[in-house]
């Protein structure tokens, strides 16, 4: 599971700031793309400030400084981790992509 296998790799200090986070419900997660091979989630924190966090069996991503300036495995990252083992509903579709039948002659510039 990559869950499991992120929190493998994160050092004592960010494990204990992503659980007391997550705990204290200081961030928000949206689930933006959950398969076999990667979850990718919005992360809020209680800054306010938002971050893309990708997990996948070899690595973490995450768009705050810890991560892309230390390459280490965040809190973010741990907090996502955490939120998708005790969440398994997350693993549902977070929203309908289905495509609805329009006019014709209407379209949309992408």
């Known amino acids: 599971m990559i869950a499991t296998t992120t929190l493998a790799r994160v050092d004592n200090e960010r494990l204990q700031r992503g659980v007391e986070g997550l705990a204290s419900g200081a961030y928000a997660i949206t689930v933006t793309r959950y ?3 990667e979850v990718s989630a919005q992360v809020a924190n209680g800054d306010g400030k938002s971050y893309p966090v990708t997990l996948t ?3 973490s991503f995450c768009g705050c400084s810890d991560a892309l300036y230390r390459g280490k495995t965040c809190k973010h990252s741990v907090a996502l981790a955490l939120f998708v083992i ?18 014709p002659g209407w379209g949309f510039a992408a």
Do not use: G, I, Y
């Open 35 to 37: 398969t076999e091979d």
């Open 57 to 59: 069996a070899m690595r």
């Open 86 to 103: 005790r969440n398994p509903q997350a693993q549902e579709r977070p929203f309908d992509l289905t495509l609805a039948k329009t006019r």
